[in-house]
């Protein structure tokens, strides 16, 4: 056991090596090692190389650079197993507009509906047209917090309330831009 070289044991101190040192930065940073690829992949022979995503999400892109300082500096080798790094996708910060985003909240508060500010690292359209044009958007709340999987769920009443807010806040834009 002494010479072997099991590359997935060594990624596995390394993961919980990241979420140590992860952890000690902002309390608001998510992150998530969601994909592991193992090379070979059978189950009777000792895997050789090992491919893992990071990937974190912060609303200050100063917070991402200290993340990006943490990859870094992992170490060389791990368990006799080199170990590196490659950043493959970046994006900045999308900040929504200001006035839709008071619309939104306006909207929620006439309606009587409890709201809060979500800051959203997942790649939704918005992200995109926000370059284009002002946007926001509006979260449904979803059954146990649980989003992008099968377990989400969103009530019918739930989602009527989102319509609501939806609705109120175009008509306020629509009032404001006359």
């Not at 002494?2 to 040192?21: A, C, F, G, P």
């Not at 509906?113 to 926000?130: E, R, V």
Request: hydrophobic share 35%; aromatic share 8%; proline share 4%.
């Amino acid at each position: 056991m002494q010479y072997r070289q099991d590359s997935l044991y060594s990624v596995s101190k390394l993961i919980i090596h990241l979420h140590n040192e992860l952890d000690q930065l902002d309390p608001a940073l998510v992150y998530t090692t969601g994909e592991i690829e193992c090379h070979p992949n059978i189950h009777t022979v000792i895997p050789d190389l090992i491919d893992f995503s990071l990937d974190s999400r912060h609303v200050d892109p100063e917070v991402i650079g200290q993340v990006e300082e943490v990859i870094k500096f992992i170490p060389e080798e791990i368990e006799n197993c080199k170990t590196e790094f490659e950043l493959v996708w970046k994006r900045d910060t999308v900040y929504f507009n200001k006035d839709l985003v008071e619309y939104v909240r306006d909207a929620a508060k006439d309606l009587g509906y409890s709201n809060q500010n979500i800051y959203s690292g997942a790649g939704h359209d918005a992200q995109n047209i926000a370059e284009l044009m002002p946007t926001t958007m509006i979260f449904a709340p979803s059954k146990g917090g649980h989003s992008h999987c099968e377990e989400e769920f969103t009530t019918v009443e739930d989602s009527t309330r989102a319509a609501s807010i939806m609705l109120r806040a175009v008509l306020k834009t629509d009032k404001a831009f006359r």
